[in-house]
């Protein structure tokens, strides 16, 4: 503070810390993942855990829209691990608003693809300000943020759950139309498990 022309040579000394400083950070971080214990597959009913952790989530000045399907059923998920996803993908809807209002909607429903078993589809969709395509392909690295201050493992997070559970993550987003996050989740038929 007192000798800023120095700022560029202390800099230059301490870049070396740094750097290492933020590879054993990500290593340290990688490594707690890892430890973390595996989300149990259960049989979750995703439109109740869909409308208890949505209606419990801060939207500022968002406007928010339910479109749960009776159709959607239960899927083969453990709920900690559904409410941690609707979680970050809400949260992060809001951030895309930019606090100036908008509307998330959050819909489920059964979805079929041909020659596949049911799925149950967990949609979470903003009328926010959307992500390039740079931005896409980085946005789940982790890491990676563009919010001040965020960890940068949201969505890292969601994806590796997804996964765990045997799921698909697809994302649809433009500049200035939004995005529309899809989680494909595996449906629990009658008389399984």
Request: proline share 5%; aromatic share 4%.
């Amino acid at each position: 503070r007192d000798h800023p022309a120095e700022l560029p040579r202390v800099f230059a000394e301490r870049r070396h810390t740094l750097a290492s400083s933020l590879s054993y950070l990500e290593t340290l971080a990688a490594n707690y993942a890892k430890l973390s214990p595996p989300a149990e597959a259960r049989h979750c009913d995703v439109n109740a855990v869909t409308r208890e952790t949505v209606s419990q989530l801060p939207l500022a000045s968002a406007e928010l829209v339910f479109r749960l399907s009776d159709s959607a059923g239960i899927a083969g998920v453990d709920p900690l691990a559904l409410r941690r996803i609707l979680e970050n993908l809400v949260s992060n809807a809001v951030d895309s608003l930019g606090g100036q209002g908008g509307v998330i909607t959050v819909s489920t429903t059964q979805y079929v693809e041909s020659g596949q078993p049911p799925q149950v589809r967990v949609v979470v969709e903003d009328s926010g300000k959307g992500m390039t395509e740079a931005e896409l392909e980085r946005a789940f690295q982790d890491f990676y943020s563009t919010k001040a201050g965020g960890t940068g493992l949201g969505l890292s997070i969601v994806r590796r759950l997804v996964t765990d559970a045997g799921g698909r993550l697809r994302v649809e987003t433009s500049p200035g139309a939004g995005s529309r996050f899809i989680v494909d989740l595996p449906e629990v038929t009658e008389g399984a498990g």
